[in-house]
């Protein structure tokens, strides 16, 4: 498979210097990668750092992000929006306050199909629609015009991963994308990712600090660990045989739960 | 019929009639400023020499002041010149306050500390002296509504600083919010970004701003006129109206000469029920 | 002399406008103020029981700018001169009568170049030493001396010089000037005299109180003279008064306020609205002394060089034009009106108070359209609707200045504004603020024409020679002409001089005569009203006889008296 991404990033913060050191991914075409770490460990920030969103908050990127051949840590900032949303896409961690509370959801899709397609402006209801049945929403017009509090939390996720796929992007990154749901909507979003990557052929940087759902959809796992990539890995391998002492602790923390699913049977569904 | 009742109940709701309530008296005072020439019966500007300081009585419903004018025909055409000129004004400043306050907080960084120590250099400015300056650049003969305008336009320009420091505290504290990150990673452009995502969340400061610029604006208008700006006679504005009532014991003798004080009052609070209805956000 | 007035307040300083404006914005924080004056007044009760009942108070409008007699240049820096100053005549503000103080008796000669003066004898300092003539002599040379910059030494300079000045006698002094002075012994009115060899120099003085505590921005108290010199007629030594308490308030409403509460005998100024404000409430309290000398005027801009447009200049200049205004403003209204009945139409520059100088034969134009209209035809405008239009087709319209923060003017222009609407004029009101209006009247002369007050505080036409003359710096429609622009201003200065120079009263009143017939014919400058001195006095205070000329109330102050404060204010 060819490579879509592959990455050595180290990022420095005026405060907090090294929050990310050397950091390498690869990422194939179609490929879920894994991302596991603890909270603090630089998960957040290294999805903030493939898109350049770091500077608002001050941090700076060294090294190379190569996207599709490109080196998007060399690219002007005009460039490198116009990558953003279209060709990597990115849904956060608690998707209530990733919508815009003021703006209604349609005038959010709106802004984020403009963004990208200023010329044909007004076929965005039309997508959008399309792919609310996709990522089982209500595909009625009138859905458009509720504001995010008049949302569930699963349904204001959808909302967000449909905003993601908009324009069809070869990578999304999922920052946490189900840490704030219940079980059983955890699980429903996760299914929704498998579908859309086997779909689309989209590939996808999956984090978060859940070994578990991390497993059941990722072929590679990546873990994280205090700004450094610690291991990396088949899914399958890392559970046989973990490298380190790190991943033996948090393979060991999921496997001392009484109700937690044998990592094996978990395995199988990947 | 059933969609008609409906919109009976939703009107009926307490926001909702207060609102409607709020709108109706503003436009009643609309009108009544803009056919003044036919509500009231004298003109603004006549002087009844024979009936100076005059009580209220049905020839002139709220007396005359001390030159004799009809209280009511100025009250009217001042309203017309106060009620549309203080709102503009506000909009003006709330807008530069909100476009110089909201990108400091918005671009953060080094664009915030030049601006922050921007407003506090505005701030410390001897606005006095540079009002004077402004005076002594504008020729004599200027009509009076030129005057009025150019002041309440002088006033809209200079009233940004203090709004815009609030603003900018406002918008740092939204800068980081979730939703901007995210609307950012969809590759949305940076002025659209802040007009469209960021704005709209600091609606209630803005508002909050405009209808609090509103009376400032008013009085100040009435104060500049001590400098030889502001309206001049014999154009009446509220400030004007406001002016008199300095002296405190010709009021109490003469309570009708608060009625501006009463008219603005009910004006503001108006303004403030409207705007603050319409920022609920129906559910 | 002769000076720019602000609000009909006199000689209120540049210092004081600004103020008055920054105050304004403030306005709206009556409730602390009024706290703090309520707190003042309290404490100002207190202190009451402490002290000596025979205190005179009342308020200065700003803290007085020296103690040095022979500099004082404001008003309030006036008033402390007159209540402790002593000089060798004064001029009896309510006879208008010349009288002699240290001087027992003087005599003018050479023309009003010399004068001779028999001092009164046993007259001691308070601080003790004895007054001699040689206290005058020097008095009078550091006035002259041009290094002291004294503003009343103005008066005496009407030509480059030496003075001279010495003993002429164990009690006599003579002075003699560079050129003759006009009303001569009328001018030592303002000169107090200072001790040659008194190591306390300006603390001891000759007049009925000297200076005893002073509180910038607070207070400033005068006690009696222990060593003045004048008894009354049963031979009781003046002052009777023990003390005065000069507060320095310039918020004017509060010093009403205080002195209706009681806590104020005098104050000095009222203005037509606090007047009538507190007839109704005291009518006991208030005098009003009648036309007073000060001036309401109007005059258009007719410097040569003035950035103008060349027909507006024509205009201004035209004598039809600036008499029509004048016969068109309704200056009947203006009194009635504005200044609420207090206030005289007035025909020329001297005020019908002063009854010797004043041109009885002159009388204040006759409001009426019909002249007004009948003077601009002849001019050659025309009516064309609701517009008047000039010859070459120049639509009439002009802008008039005023001070800011003076309601009175307000009003005034108000009540022209619609005078001249009648005429199908076009008034544009301007209210500046104090420094600018003068920047623009003195020094850019970018103005049309202006209203504005000037106080008079000399009955002597001397007095006036800064405005009459075409050279001078006060001839404020056209100031500091090398010649003479016109013939009329031409022979004002003619019979302004020869009115200096000659020696007898009733030559000079022949020429200043006139000069009003031909200001009166000129319209230079428009004379509206003369605004009536009000001022109120508490019952307390005795032997009160308001005059026209300042101070009116205090003007015999060593005679007043303080009743018994037992008697109730209300």
Same mark, same amino acid.
């Given at each position: +498979? ?15 210097? @090294? ?100 010329? =044909? ?80 052929? +989209? ?30 890995? #088949?899914?399958?391998?890392?559970? &046989? ?30 | ?26 436009? %009643? ?19 009844? @020499? ?41 909009? !003006? ?43 002594? *650049? ?30 900018? #505290?406002?918008?740092?504290? *939204? ?67 406001? $002016? ?40 | ?139 009078? /040379?550091? !006035? ?12 005496? $300079?009407?030509? =480059? ?62 006690? &009696? ?87 507006? &200049? ?7 034009? /600036? ?82 923060? =003076?309601?009175?003017?307000? $009003? ?112 230079? +400058? ?22 026209? %000329? ?9 005679? %007043? ?10």
């Amino acid at each position: +498979m060819k490579n879509l991404l592959s990455t050595r990033l180290t990022v420095d913060y005026p405060n907090k210097p @090294r929050i990310l050191g050397d950091v390498e991914l690869e990422i194939a075409e179609g490929e879920i990668l894994g991302l596991v770490g603890e909270s603090g460990s630089g998960k957040s920030t290294i999805a903030l750092a493939l898109l350049r969103l770091l500077d608002h908050k001050g941090g700076k990127i060294h090294g190379e992000i190569l996207f599709d051949g490109r080196d998007l840590a060399k690219l002007r900032e005009k460039e490198m929006r116009k990558i953003r949303g279209s060709e990597i896409a990115l849904v956060l961690q608690s998707p209530l306050s990733s919508l815009n509370p003021v703006l209604k959801i349609g005038t959010q899709i709106a802004e984020a199909w403009r963004a990208h397609n200023p010329g =044909n402006a007004k076929q965005w209801k039309e997508e959008a629609l399309g792919l609310f049945s996709l990522v089982s929403l209500p595909a009625e017009p009138s859905f458009l015009d509720r504001y995010p509090r008049q949302l569930s939390v699963g349904q204001a996720q959808r909302v967000l991963i449909a905003m993601a796929i908009l324009h069809k992007p070869r990578l999304l990154i999922a920052d946490e994308p189900t840490s704030a749901l219940d079980a059983i909507t955890q699980s429903e979003i996760l299914e929704l990712f498998r579908r859309l990557n086997r779909q689309l052929n +989209m590939a996808m940087l999956f984090i978060s600090h859940d070994l578990l759902s991390v497993a059941s959809l990722c072929s590679r796992i990546a873990i994280l660990q205090r700004g450094q990539i610690v291991e990396c890995g #088949a899914t399958e391998q890392m559970f &046989r045989e973990p490298r380190t002492e790190d991943t033996r602790a948090l393979l060991q923390a999921v496997l001392r739960n009484p109700f937690a699913a044998q990592p094996t049977e978990l395995i199988s569904h990947g | 019929m059933k969609v008609r009742l409906r919109i009976m109940r939703d009107r009926l709701k307490p926001g909702r009639a207060a609102q409607m309530i709020a709108l109706v008296v503003l436009a %009643l005072v609309a009108l009544a400023s803009l056919f003044a020439g036919f509500i009231a019966p004298s003109s603004y500007s006549e002087q009844f @020499r024979d009936a100076i300081s005059a009580p209220p009585s049905a020839r002139f419903l709220l007396g005359t002041d001390d030159l004799g004018r009809d209280r009511f025909a100025r009250l009217l055409y001042g309203t017309r010149v106060s009620l549309l000129l203080a709102p503009a004004a506000a909009l !003006l400043s709330t807008l530069l306050a909100a476009l110089i306050g909201g990108l400091a907080g918005y671009l953060g960084g080094r664009w915030e500390r030049y601006v922050t120590s921007g407003i506090d250099l505005f701030l410390s400015l001897p606005w006095l002296f540079l009002l004077l300056a402004a005076r002594a *650049l504008l020729p004599l003969n200027t009509s009076p509504i030129t005057s009025v305008a150019i002041t309440f336009l002088l006033l809209g320009c200079l009233g940004w600083a203090s709004p815009a420091r609030i603003i900018r #505290a406002g918008t740092r504290t *939204l800068t980081n919010a979730d939703y901007l990150v995210q609307a950012r990673a969809s590759g949305i452009s940076g002025f659209r970004l802040f007009s469209r995502h960021l704005l709209p969340n600091l609606r209630p400061i803005l508002l909050a701003q405009f209808w609090i610029s509103i009376p400032v604006f008013i009085l100040s208008e009435a104060n500049l006129g001590l400098l030889g700006l502001g309206v001049s006679e014999p154009l009446p504005s509220w400030g004007a109206m406001l $002016r008199e009532l300095e002296n405190y014991t010709a009021v109490l003798q003469n309570p009708w000469m608060l009625a501006p004080v009463v008219l603005l009052v009910i004006v503001v609070g108006c303004l403030q029920v409207v705007l603050r209805t319409e920022d609920q956000i129906p559910c | 002399m002769l000076k720019y007035s602000l609000d009909g307040v006199p000689l209120l300083t540049r210092g004081a406008t600004l103020c008055r404006v920054h105050d304004s914005p403030a306005r709206q924080q009556g409730d602390t103020s009024r706290v703090v004056i309520f707190a003042t007044a309290l404490l100002f009760a207190l202190t009451l029981t402490a002290q000596s009942t025979n205190e005179l108070r009342f308020c200065l409008r700003g803290d007085p700018k020296t103690f040095n007699p022979l500099l004082v240049e404001d008003e309030n820096s006036e008033t402390v001169l007159y209540l402790t100053g002593g000089v060798l005549v004064r001029l009896n503000r309510y006879t208008q009568e010349l009288e002699g103080e240290l001087a027992t008796k003087w005599k003018v000669s050479e023309n009003g170049r010399r004068i001779d003066f028999e001092l009164r004898p046993n007259v001691l300092f308070s601080d003790g030493t004895p007054f001699t003539c040689e206290d005058v002599a020097s008095t009078v /040379r550091q !006035l002259m001396d041009p290094a002291v910059h004294s503003p009343q030494a103005d008066a005496f $300079r009407s030509a =480059n010089g030496p003075t001279e000045s010495k003993c002429t006698g164990p009690s006599s002094v003579m002075a003699r000037f560079p050129a003759p002075v006009a009303s001569l012994a009328a001018r030592f009115d303002q000169v107090g005299i200072m001790s040659a060899r008194s190591a306390h120099k300006e603390s001891a003085v000759l007049g009925p109180f000297t200076v005893a505590e002073y509180k910038p921005g607070t207070y400033l108290l005068l006690r &009696r003279n222990p060593n003045y010199w004048k008894h009354d007629s049963n031979g009781k030594p003046l002052p009777y008064l023990d003390s005065l308490r000069l507060d320095i308030q310039q918020n004017r409403e509060s010093e009403l306020l205080r002195f209706r509460r009681g806590e104020l005998d005098i104050v000095n100024k009222l203005d037509p609205e606090m007047y009538d404000r507190l007839t109704a409430e005291m009518p006991h309290a208030v005098v009003d002394a009648g036309p007073s000398l000060d001036w309401e005027v109007v005059f258009f801009n007719q410097v040569a060089g003035a950035p103008l447009p060349e027909y507006k &200049r024509r205009w201004f200049r035209s004598d039809e034009f /600036r008499r029509a205004i004048s016969d068109a403003i309704n200056r009947e209204d203006i009194c009635r009106v504005v200044y609420r009945g207090h206030a005289r139409p007035a025909a020329g520059p001297v005020s019908v108070s002063n009854r010797f100088w004043l041109n009885a034969a002159l009388k204040a134009p006759a409001y009426s359209v019909n002249t007004a209209q009948a003077r601009l035809q002849r001019d050659g405008f025309h009516r064309s609707g609701d517009a008047l239009f000039d010859r070459d087709g120049h639509k009439v319209e002009f802008s008039m200045i005023t001070n800011a923060g =003076n309601k009175l003017h307000e $009003r005034t222009l108000a009540l022209i504004q619609q005078d001249l609407a009648k005429l199908g004029i076009q008034l544009n009101i301007v209210v500046l603020d104090f420094p600018s209006l003068i920047e623009r009247i003195s020094r850019s002369f970018n103005y049309e024409s202006v209203l504005m007050a000037f106080t008079n505080v000399d009955l002597d036409p001397s007095d006036q020679m800064n405005i009459w003359l075409s050279s001078g710096a006060q001839h404020q429609w056209n100031p500091n002409q090398k010649a003479p622009e016109t013939q009329w201003e031409a022979e004002i200065d003619k019979l302004m001089q020869a009115q200096a120079a000659a020696p007898d009263s009733k030559q000079r009143k022949a020429y200043f005569d006139k000069v009003q017939e031909i200001v009166a014919e000129k319209a230079p +400058m428009l004379f509206l009203v003369n605004p009536n001195a009000l001022s109120a006095v508490s019952a307390n205070l005795k032997n009160v006889t308001p005059a026209l %000329l300042r101070p009116q109330i205090y003007w015999n102050v060593e005679r %007043l008296a303080i009743g018994s404060k037992l008697v109730s204010q209300r």
